[in-house]
């Protein structure tokens, strides 16, 4: 039934009645009139018939469409405007979301990812650790309870990798996993098959091969016939069985093995050094898994609480006050994230602060426009339409800036994406940073987008429909004097005073990070990174024994010595700026440890005595290492001036001692203090640190440091050569500068989280900029016609400039005060989560001048269009 | 439509149309002027809500239209009843009277 044919039917109807009318007697216009009048509302009764049939919501839906792209491409500045703001504060969220999600929240590429678990043993003293078990623990675990319908265990392992029996030699990171990994995991193989359950139980035996997607694609360029194919690996031939599928990358958050291994052939991989499957004591493993159908985490937990107690009682020289602990994936990746978590929250924060203010900015111009329209809606409420179809199509309207702010805020993600890209992790096993656009970033961008602009485009849409006919009509657009016109500036004026304070509050937080980071930068490390070449060995991989790894600890630095520009050479077991540093469990003497803990937690190095020497770290108090402190002398250590600080405030540290591990291990004493320098990142608080001499605590993997003269990477050839002749099986990796390692590792992170910040600061500003100025543009042009009075009766174009001027000044000064408690807040409590930043006044020195300086800008423009209107043509215009 | 103390009951509109139409087919000008005429203005109607009313009785089938020609020789959509419509007649007819009587009952019951 289309509508021509049944309107024509009703004008029929009201005609032929009409015509009745006439014929018995009435003048014709009263005949219409009553005629039309008994018949009712035309429009609205055909509409209803209309309506029966069903399909009309798709018309009407149409019809707005059209309408709204008719009438969003005529005033093209307010939906430019419009669009763009919503674009920058989708695009922030947009990129933090990605930020967040590549760092923290990502799932675990398997099938119900919410449902793996990790578990480990962890001891009462330990603060945030990592979750780790024993095999042998692993395997009690595993046999003994009944909650989880798989429990697998995996751990990385760095080997020694021959595609072919005669091909050179690479190390790679592969992991160790049991039979029922995959099973776990919930994962099907690309190619071939998965371990067998036989082939994880006698050690040493089945050496089968599974490889990940992408090392099957790298080293055999997808060809389907690796199955079967023998690989060596640490001089075992191992036969690749399967591959895995392309979006399986591993059970880790960061790193992705090249191939998995049947645990059960972890004793003979590494030269068969430690057998890490039969000691209880080495807790290296990861332990993942799932729960059976109807086991709740509180289950899962008593029970393993009951099997971890047991555990302890049975084997107590290992196990002893060890307790099972069971976490989900993002529980683990928070405690294991240190200051990530909070910096990610942060992060978000400032991206809610954006949209909002972009949200703001376009309620602001909905609002602005819908009183523009209000004539229009007027006339057309007065012609039948009912309210319920006028708030529909301003939304739709609303809905349709939203989706075009939306796609646009992706792009301007996705920029943001890009940017985030650069950043590389330096570590010697694959870690990879993926930042991508998921589906989940577009849909919470989407979401954010429509909810943001339903919520404010809801208002404006009721207010202009409400049925105050006669008023609009009548005073038509321009609402001088009008009472009704006042108040409704009141929410606008709130919404540009509520953006001047966000953006301030923006703008503090991205100045305290950039003066700290300018501060730390400008301060130094702490230590010397330029003309530093840097190597890691580790000679476990060729089954050197202790003897051998000593001698090539006494060897090597002399020898690397002898490279012409080599001005001194140092080992490390750890740099600054890499994942390298150990945390080690110390009990300083006569401190008080807290309730329940039974040692602190410290990061440290084992250096030999050229170390602060080679990196120019000061020693402010007593002495670094010397060739006495061997293996045969007493046990000292160093500490740094933070660690003194804290451990024995106010003492003379020199002489004091702690112990290295819990109750029961050896004193080491105190010989030196060196200066507080930057170990994990450039803007991290002074951080306690600990030095002990390698030669007293041995270690197989270690870093040579080599200063030079002149450019250091120009070592890297002769470096080479001298380990050649020293022993050309033994690897070398992750040769580069030192410079290269701090700065990718510590001082790039920070950079980014201070650039993001500056630019969401920016677009904070800009967009309270904007709406300021679309605030004052639109109260000017409802002025006119009092401005253009006022100038006829004598005022001056400055006078006029002043006026307005004064107008934005109100807004501009109002919305700094706010902003300046508001900012006062933030640092605080920014302070409460990193106290070692920037707060000084200079940072309110900076901000306060800033925001308040380039709203007042917003304002001039319209300022002077005002000063410009011609008062003739004011008047004249209605 | 105007609720007041001579409005109608859903679904009544519908049964005096099928009643009307039962004796013959009508156009909805005609159809508006007879029902008014036979409730003897006892009873509101918009004229227009007959429109709607219309409607849905083609869609539920118990009314067909067709074109023809009016007394002035205007071209209109003439409705009239189907076998449907009338069982559907019956049946509301039936169960207001059943209604009614009830209602009498209650009342008599109160009143003594």
Redesign the interface.
């Known amino acids: 039934?289309t509508w021509k044919r049944?309107s024509s039917?009703?004008e029929?109807?009201i005609?032929?009645?009409a015509?009745d009318l006439i014929e018995s007697g009435m003048p014709e216009r009263d005949a219409w009139q009553k005629a039309r009048r008994?018949?009712?509302?035309?429009t609205a009764?055909?509409e209803?018939?209309?309506?029966?049939?069903g399909w009309t919501w798709l018309e009407r839906l149409w019809q707005d469409i059209v309408y709204a792209r008719r009438i969003l491409t005529k005033s093209v500045g307010f939906t430019g405007i419009a669009v763009l703001s919503l674009a920058l504060g989708v695009g922030a969220n947009c990129a933090m979301f990605s930020l967040a999600d590549t760092m923290l929240l990502r799932p675990l590429p398997v099938p119900r990812s919410g449902d793996v678990l990790s578990a480990g043993f962890i001891s009462p003293q330990a603060t945030a650790q990592t979750l780790r078990m024993s095999y042998p623990d692993y395997r009690d675990l595993r046999e003994q309870s009944r909650s989880f319908s798989e429990l697998a265990a995996f751990n990385l392992a760095r080997v020694r990798f021959a595609k072919q029996l005669d091909a050179p030699v690479e190390l790679r990171v592969g992991a160790v996993a049991s039979g029922n990994f995959f099973a776990a995991m919930q994962v099907q193989p690309r190619l071939g098959r998965f371990f067998r359950p036989d082939e994880d139980e006698v050690p040493g035996r089945d050496a089968v091969m599974v490889l990940s997607h992408a090392f099957w694609e790298q080293q055999f360029g997808t060809d389907p016939s690796v199955l079967g194919r023998k690989v060596r690996v640490d001089g075992i031939d191992f036969t690749i069985v399967g591959v895995l599928a392309e979006e399986f990358t591993g059970a880790d958050q960061w790193v992705r093995p090249d191939f998995y291994l049947p645990m059960m052939m972890s004793p003979r991989l590494g030269g068969g050094i430690q057998n890490p499957i039969t000691r209880r004591d080495l807790r290296t493993f990861n332990v993942k898994g799932r729960l059976k159908a109807g086991v709740t985490l509180e289950q899962a937990r008593a029970e393993a609480a009951v099997i971890g107690a047991a555990l302890a009682k049975e084997y107590p020289e290992t196990n002893r006050n060890y307790a099972v602990e069971i976490r989900s994936e993002l529980q683990q990746r928070v405690e294991e994230g240190g200051r990530v978590p909070i910096v990610l929250a942060m992060m978000l924060v400032l991206a809610v602060a954006v949209l909002l203010v972009a949200c703001a900015n376009v309620a602001g111009l909905l609002t602005s426009r819908a009183s523009a329209r209000a004539r229009e809606m007027s006339l057309r409420l007065a012609i039948g339409a009912g309210r319920g179809r006028l708030v529909r199509q301003l939304l739709t309207e609303s809905m349709i800036l939203a989706l075009l702010g939306g796609l646009c805020g992706v792009a301007v993600g996705y920029g943001g994406v890009q940017i985030m890209k650069q950043i590389q992790v330096v570590a010697d096993v694959p870690v990879a940073l993926s930042f991508r656009l998921d589906e989940r970033v577009l849909l919470y961008s989407l979401v954010a987008a429509m909810g943001s602009v339903f919520l404010f485009g809801l208002l404006p849409a009721m207010r202009t429909t409400r049925a105050d006919l006669t008023g609009a009509l009548r005073m038509g657009n321009s609402r001088s004097i009008s009472q009704s016109g006042r108040p409704r500036l009141w929410t606008r004026n709130m919404l540009v005073v509520g953006q001047v304070a966000l953006s301030m509050v923006l703008l503090t937080v991205a100045t305290v990070m950039y003066l700290t980071f300018r501060r730390d930068l400008l301060a130094g490390p702490g230590f010397r990174a330029d003309h530093v070449l840097m190597t890691t060995l580790d000679p476990s991989l060729v089954n050197y024994s202790d003897a051998q790894t000593r001698n090539l600890y006494k060897d090597l630095p002399e020898r690397a010595r002898t490279i012409p520009g080599v001005r001194s050479a140092a080992l490390a077991s750890g740099v600054p700026g890499g994942f390298t540093f150990e945390s080690m469990a110390v009990v300083p003497e006569n401190y008080e440890v807290t309730e329940g803990q039974r040692s602190l937690n410290i990061m440290g190095t084992r250096i030999d005595k050229n170390y602060f020497a080679t990196l120019r770290v000061p020693i402010v108090q007593g002495r670094g290492f010397a060739v006495t402190d061997d293996a045969n002398s007493r046990l000292v250590a160093v500490v740094n001036e933070t660690a003194a600080e804290q451990y024995w405030p106010g003492q003379n540290p020199i002489g004091k001692r702690t112990r290295l591990g819990d109750a029961g291990s050896p004193w080491l004493e105190i010989i030196g203090v060196a200066k507080t320098g930057k170990y994990r990142f450039l803007m991290e608080r002074p951080t306690p640190f600990l030095y002990i001499p390698f030669a007293q605590h041995p270690k197989a993997q270690m870093v040579l440091l080599l200063e030079s003269a002149g450019d250091p990477a120009s070592l890297a050839a002769p470096l080479r050569d001298i380990m050649r002749d020293l022993d050309p099986d033994l690897p070398t990796f992750g040769t580069r500068t030192l410079q290269q390692t701090f700065e990718t590792g510590a001082v790039d992170p920070n950079l980014l989280i201070v650039q993001m910040s500056a630019a969401m600061g920016s677009m904070g500003v800009l967009l309270a900029l904007s709406g300021l100025y679309g605030l004052i543009a639109f109260s000017v042009s409802t002025r006119r016609r009092e401005i253009g009075i006022r100038m006829a009766v004598g005022a001056h174009k400055n006078n006029v400039l002043g006026m307005v001027l004064r107008q934005g000044l109100v807004l501009a000064g109002t919305g700094t005060v706010v902003g300046l408690f508001l900012s006062a807040g933030t640092a605080r409590l920014l302070s409460a989560a990193f106290p070692s930043y920037e707060y000084s006044v200079v940072v309110y020195l900076i901000v306060v001048p800033a925001a308040f300086g380039v709203t007042m800008l917003a304002a001039f423009l319209p300022a002077l269009r005002a000063a410009q209107v011609n008062p003739v043509l004011a008047l004249r215009q209605d | 439509m105007t609720t007041n103390d001579r409005s109608l009951f859903p679904g009544a509109l519908e049964m005096m149309i099928l009643q009307t139409l039962r004796r013959e087919p009508l156009h909805g000008y005609a159809l508006a002027q007879i029902i008014k005429s036979n409730s003897g203005d006892l009873l509101q109607v918009e004229e227009g809500s007959l429109y709607p009313a219309l409607q849905r009785m083609l869609k539920a089938g118990w009314v067909a239209a067709d074109w023809g020609v009016s007394r002035r020789g205007r071209k209109v959509r003439i409705y009239k009843i189907t076998a449907a419509g009338r069982k559907q007649l019956e049946r509301k007819v039936s169960s207001f009277e059943q209604m009614l009587e009830g209602i009498a009952r209650a009342m008599k019951a109160v009143r003594s």
């Open positions: 039934m049944l039917e009703i029929a109807h005609e032929e009645k015509l008994e018949f009712g509302n035309a009764l055909t209803s018939s209309r309506e029966v049939w």
